[in-house]
Every structure is written in structure tokens, then in C-alpha cells.
């Protein structure tokens, strides 16, 4: 596998939220400057492009060297090759498309790269995550298996991922692959699956459970709640996150059996998984009506250790070849294992970027 992290090439990063912009700069997959954080400014479409501006000028001024290109997560929607970006919920000034590539690469004279951010995510857990984690995990158990693709998955304001197979992140035609919020869903129909997974899913089934609608309770409250460590009610705040973890095993069983691969969870809920890992797991075990399972291959959250073991543990089976004296061993044991991640979103999506960029300088993408 090549080695980014040898590699001496500087970026520059942004990790665009709604609230906030937060720049830096990679070499080798590590962080060689001081962030620095500026508000988005999402509803000012010229402050917030002349304060991304700024914050890019501000970390190459930063920087001993000169930056060998700018890569970044922009949310959708948008047409991330040609970085431009579209009608954003979270930046509602971005209406009717804004040229973010062209204007930067304009203004530094530097190659510019723009993605979703669970494709960049992925991408970062997959090179210098939870897929090597895993991989190094089963060879230290005495495990011949070792896996190569993985899907992101990212619960926080909306629900998101990406999916890397062999090293390589898989971008679709229109730059549209894993957008995972748009999922349909079997506990309710009527709506997509982020309406079920996400910070104002686990607000809006508290709210409901508890004949609240106006209440003011905050996400944080329910955890704390949920955690037993703030008044209220603990047995809906415990339900609200059981609702979120049926809507995500379902989502899982379908991607999974898509991609055939591991899968990590990030994302700010995913600081919650104690409480709706357990129906997440009964939803991956569950089965149809007809008996068929909701996911063929037996999937392991890799988080419990006993669960851990038992996906750790190869079953060996020997059988003869027909019309043959050979005997010959395969794995009998299909699997396939969920955890969270181990070094944050955050860090995950950095590390994306840059790898992302590495990747495209050297295929001579400008």
C-alpha cells in the first residue's frame, strides 16, 4: 500500500460546518499547524466567502513551505469534480450553485479538491482507521482473514457515508455515491432514514414520547437523561435512541449487503452508541417474515468484546475433491463487523482530504 504518511507534500484543509469553519494544513496524514476557527457565516454569501479566503491565507501564512494544493468536505448538494456547490440547508446562501473550486484555485494558484464529507471520512478510516485497526486486531488473534472494503457511516445533524473498496473511494457518475440520507425505510416508509437517524431524530421521538412538542430540550439533555445524570424521562430518552438504532440496523443491512465490507460509525451520535447499539444489533440479527435474514452474512459489533472474539476466530473446514485423493481447507466462517471509530470523525475526514489530494496530484488531476 503506498505510504501517505511518508509522503512530504503540504495541504491545506477546511472542515465547513454550519456554524463554524475550521482550517488547517497536512503533511503525511499529521496536522502541522494551529487550526484556526471562523464563523461560516452561511447566510452572507459574501462574508462567508471572504472569510473562507481568509482562513486559507491565514494557514499558508502559517506554514514554513509553500501548500501543494487546498482539499477539503463541503456538504451537498453539490458537483464535488467541479466544485461547485449547490442549495445547502446548513448555508443557505449557497442558492443556485457557487464555483468554490474555481474561485480559490483563482486566489492561491493551487490545485483544488472538494468532497462530501462521509466520502472523505471513509476514505480516512479505510488508509489510517478502523480498517487497518481491524485487520491488525484479527492478525494479532491468530486470524488468516483480513478485510479490504469498508463503508463510513457518519450520524450527527443528517446521516452520511462513504464507501472505499481496495484503497479506492467510490465517487459514482454524478458524484452522488453513499448519499445515505436519502435511504427509504422499513419502520417508516413515508419518510427517508435520515428523518429516523440523526441529532433531531432522537429530539423529535423524545418530544413525542413525552407529549412535549414545545419543548426546548436539547439534544445533550437527552443523553444526559438517557445517562441518568440529568432529571427527566429516562425510559423515553432510552426509547428515542432504541427508535434511531432499529432505523440504523436497518440501514446497515441493506448497505452491507451491498458492500460485503466492514463498517464504522461516526459522527457526534455516535458518542451515544451504548444506548442504541443494542436494537441496532437485534434489527442486523433480525428476520423478514417469511424467515429470510435481514442481512445473509453474520455481522459482530465489534465494540463487545465477546463479539470480538468470536469474529476474531477462523472455522476451518476440510473437504475432499470430487473424484479426487485431495482434501483441500477453506473459511467456512463468513463475517462481517461494525465498530466505532478510533480516531475520530474529525481526524478521519482530515486525513480523507489529504489522502484524497495526495491521490489526484499524482494522477495528475489539477
Known amino acids: 500500500m503506498k505510504s501517505y504518511k511518508e509522503d512530504k507534500r503540504v495541504?491545506?484543509?477546511?472542515?465547513?460546518?454550519?456554524?463554524?469553519?475550521?482550517?488547517?494544513?497536512?503533511?503525511?496524514?499529521?496536522?502541522?499547524?494551529?487550526?484556526?476557527?471562523?464563523?461560516?457565516?452561511?447566510?452572507?454569501?459574501?462574508?462567508?466567502?471572504?472569510?473562507?479566503?481568509?482562513?486559507?491565507?491565514?494557514?499558508?501564512a502559517a506554514l514554513s513551505e509553500e501548500p501543494s494544493a487546498i482539499s477539503f468536505a463541503f456538504p451537498g448538494p453539490a458537483d464535488y469534480p467541479a466544485g461547485i456547490i449547490g442549495d445547502l440547508a446548513n448555508l443557505p446562501s449557497f442558492r443556485g450553485g457557487v464555483a468554490l473550486k474555481d474561485m480559490l484555485e483563482d486566489k492561491f494558484s493551487l490545485p483544488v479538491?472538494?468532497?462530501?464529507?462521509?466520502?472523505?471520512?471513509?476514505?480516512?478510516?479505510?488508509?489510517?482507521g478502523y480498517l487497518p485497526y481491524i485487520n491488525e486486531k484479527l492478525k494479532s488473534a491468530g486470524s488468516i482473514k483480513q478485510f479490504s472494503n469498508i463503508t463510513g457511516f457518519t450520524l450527527g445533524t443528517g446521516f452520511g457515508g462513504g464507501i472505499v473498496s481496495k484503497g479506492r473511494l467510490l465517487l459514482g457518475?454524478?458524484?452522488?455515491s453513499a448519499e445515505l440520507w436519502s435511504m427509504s425505510n422499513r419502520t417508516n416508509p413515508e419518510l427517508n432514514i435520515e428523518e429516523l437517524i440523526s441529532i433531531r431524530a432522537v429530539t423529535r421521538n423524545y418530544k413525542t414520547l413525552t407529549s412535549q412538542p414545545d419543548s426546548a430540550i436539547t439534544p445533550k439533555d437527552i443523553f444526559l437523561i438517557a445517562k441518568g445524570e440529568m432529571e427527566g424521562d429516562k425510559t423515553a430518552a432510552l426509547e428515542s435512541y432504541n427508535m434511531l438504532g432499529r432505523a440504523l440496523g436497518d440501514a446497515l443491512a441493506n448497505v452491507l449487503t451491498i458492500t460485503d465490507g466492514l463498517a464504522v460509525i461516526g459522527g457526534g451520535v455516535s458518542a451515544a452508541a451504548e444506548f442504541f447499539a443494542p436494537a441496532m444489533v437485534a434489527e442486523l440479527a433480525g428476520k423478514y417474515s417469511n424467515g429470510n435474514p435481514h442481512i445473509a452474512t453474520k455481522v459482530f459489533y465489534l465494540e463487545d468484546e465477546e463479539s470480538m472474539k468470536e469474529f476474531a476466530t477462523d472455522v476451518v473446514s476440510e473437504i475432499k475433491v470430487p473424484f479426487s485423493d485431495r482434501t483441500i481447507t477453506y473459511?467456512?466462517?463468513?463475517?462481517?463487523?461494525?465498530?466505532?471509530?478510533?480516531?475520530?470523525?474529525?481526524?478521519?475526514?482530515?486525513?480523507?482530504?489529504?489522502?484524497f489530494a495526495i491521490d489526484k496530484l499524482d494522477c495528475g488531476a489539477v
Do not use: W
Open 113 to 128: 479538491f472538494v468532497n462530501n464529507d462521509g466520502n472523505l471520512y471513509a476514505l480516512g478510516e479505510a488508509m489510517y
Open 173 to 176: 457518475d454524478n458524484s452522488d
Open 331 to 355: 473459511q467456512s466462517h463468513k463475517r462481517l463487523g461494525i465498530g466505532l471509530s478510533k480516531i475520530g470523525t474529525a481526524e478521519a475526514i482530515s486525513i480523507g482530504a489529504y489522502i
Open 11 to 60: 495541504v491545506m484543509t477546511l472542515d465547513a460546518g454550519g456554524t463554524n469553519f475550521v482550517f488547517s494544513a497536512y503533511r503525511g496524514c499529521e496536522e502541522v499547524v494551529e487550526p484556526i476557527t471562523m464563523p461560516s457565516n452561511g447566510s452572507d454569501l459574501n462574508l462567508c466567502l471572504q472569510g473562507m479566503i481568509s482562513g486559507f491565507e491565514a494557514i499558508k
